[in-house]
């Protein structure tokens, strides 16, 4: 079992920036990838960047070159760095883990971008 704790989630305005935190209650190393979705009101979940073990990114095209996921082995947690947002960019945003053949979620933090 996972369990991931999400914290940094907030109202920002336009253009500001914001850093996610998902905090894994294991290893991370035991984890085959690690990352973000989000879930905006009326909307299906998408997402928003993912982490390799070994250290691969992906991105969803929306935030490229806004966003930056990365991880702190030490802390066996996984930040978003998110800049430069949007008022699109608002939405629940959920961690996610798969281990093995179980993926594994958080509670969702809300980010709020106001215009």
């Known amino acids: 079992q996972v369990q991931l704790v999400e914290s940094g989630g907030g109202l920002v305005q336009a253009g500001g920036s914001l850093r996610l935190s998902c905090a894994a209650s294991v290893n991370i190393f035991s984890i085959a990838a690690m990352g973000w979705y989000r879930q905006a009101p009326g909307k299906q979940r998408e997402l928003v960047a993912t982490?390799?073990?070994?250290?691969?990114?992906n991105y969803g095209d929306s935030v490229k070159g806004r966003f930056t996921i990365s991880r702190d082995n030490a802390k066996n947690t996984v930040y978003l760095q998110m800049n430069s947002l949007k008022p699109e960019d608002t939405a629940v945003y959920y961690c996610?883990?798969?281990?093995?053949?179980?993926?594994?979620w958080g509670q969702g933090t809300q980010v709020t971008v106001s215009s």
């Open positions: 996610n883990a798969l281990r093995g053949f179980e993926q594994y």
């Open positions: 982490l390799t073990s070994g250290g691969s990114t």
